[in-house]
């Protein structure tokens, strides 16, 4: 274990500008994948946020170094390395917020269900080890593929006896980075002003943004608007033919990864009005997981919103992506069940 000390705050409740109503008090955040692609820059970036004060990284080998490294970072939060699945009880124990981007990513020709066969292993030990030491932490669900490793998650922590549906996420974040910075690209609107929902799922045409619902409204043509959510579906696929190879998205996913976990801590102090996308226990529609807004709280989830007035083609859209849903829904829990 190194561990290594950086507190410019002592306070165990600091007081933030910004918000009347928060209060920042101690919160720890385990990032498990810490050495990967996405876990570096999500270390790097979760050192940078205030609301942590103590930073866990864990990974299976090279943590000592990324936790020296990240340490070093003249923020709040005390950060410690942890490598190894002996120390992963200590990563976890006391923990506010896991966040998982463990696991293999895909090269070109894969889609992200090809990864099942070994991340949803991983998941499950990962899980596993989450339901003994620290069962009531937030669990942001980063590996691939989405659609099943929450389902997988959610049947681990039933059989501990320690599921909560408020407290576990599906990071679909950076679909909506994606569909606002492609909007905004289209509709000439400054990229900071935009809000698009997506729901669904994280995979393909499981992905369905919701640009009937983008602000500031654009009134795009119909052809556009069905080429941004090809786009918007197609944007993993994008990076990862880019990466000819090497890896999927890391950057941009550790920025939407940052930007959930910073909601989920905003929502646990009682911050008003956090409000994100996120694949969660549903029953939005028929299916028992399902993408939509969810306002956070100091529980997790508070309320799955509804998916709102949605156009003809979002409609066919939405019908369209049942079946694939369904079908990766059932894989997971399938697997979690029978292994
Ligand atoms: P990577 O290979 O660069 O890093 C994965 C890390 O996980 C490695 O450091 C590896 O040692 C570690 N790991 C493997 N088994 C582990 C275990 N049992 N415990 C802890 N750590 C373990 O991959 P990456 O690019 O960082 O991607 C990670 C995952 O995130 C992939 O499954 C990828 O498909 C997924 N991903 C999801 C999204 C999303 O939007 N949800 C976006 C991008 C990538
Ligand atoms: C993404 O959307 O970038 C991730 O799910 C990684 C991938 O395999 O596309």
Do not use: W
């Not at 890896?247 to 956090?274: E, H, Q, R, W």
């Amino acid at each position: 274990m190194f561990r290594s000390v950086a507190r410019s705050a002592a306070g165990k409740h600091l007081l933030r500008r910004g918000y009347a109503t928060e209060s920042v008090p101690d919160r720890k955040v385990a990032v498990l994948g810490a050495a990967g692609g996405i876990g570096q820059p999500l270390a790097l970036l979760m050192k940078l946020n205030p609301r942590v004060s103590r930073l866990a990284l864990y990974d299976i080998a090279n943590t000592p170094g990324v936790a020296a490294d990240v340490s070093h970072i003249n923020t709040r939060s005390e950060v410690t390395g942890y490598v190894g699945e002996e120390q992963l009880g200590q990563a976890l124990e006391g923990c506010d917020v896991v966040i998982i981007p463990a696991g293999v990513p895909r090269k070109p020709g894969m889609t992200r269900d090809d990864l099942f066969n070994i991340n949803a292993g991983i998941v499950k030990g990962l899980c596993s080890a989450i339901a003994k030491y620290c069962p009531n932490a937030l669990v942001n669900m980063i590996s691939n593929p989405v659609n099943s490793t929450v389902p997988i998650a959610a049947e681990v922590f039933k059989k501990a006896g320690t599921y909560d549906e408020r407290k576990l996420f599906g990071v679909t974040t950076l679909d909506v980075v994606r569909a606002k910075t492609f909007y905004a690209g289209k509709a000439k609107v400054n990229v900071t002003d935009v809000n698009v929902p997506v729901v669904g799922g994280h995979a393909g045409v499981t992905i369905l943004p919701l640009f009937s619902q983008a602000t500031p409204k654009a009134n795009l043509p119909e052809d556009e608007i069905k080429a941004l959510t090809k786009r918007t579906q197609d944007g993993g696929t994008e990076v990862v033919e880019a990466k000819a190879g090497k890896g999927s998205a890391t950057l941009s996913m550790a920025y939407a990864g940052a930007i959930f976990a910073d909601a989920c801590l905003k929502g646990l102090n009682g911050v008003p009005d956090v409000v994100e996308c996120s694949f969660v226990q549903s029953t939005v529609t028929e299916l028992p997981f399902f993408a939509s807004k969810v306002r956070l709280g100091k529980n997790g989830v508070e309320e799955v919103l509804g998916l709102g007035p949605l156009s003809e083609y979002e409609k066919e859209g939405l019908e369209i992506l049942k079946p694939e849903l369904k079908a990766s829904i059932e894989k997971g829990i399938k697997f979690a069940n029978q292994s």
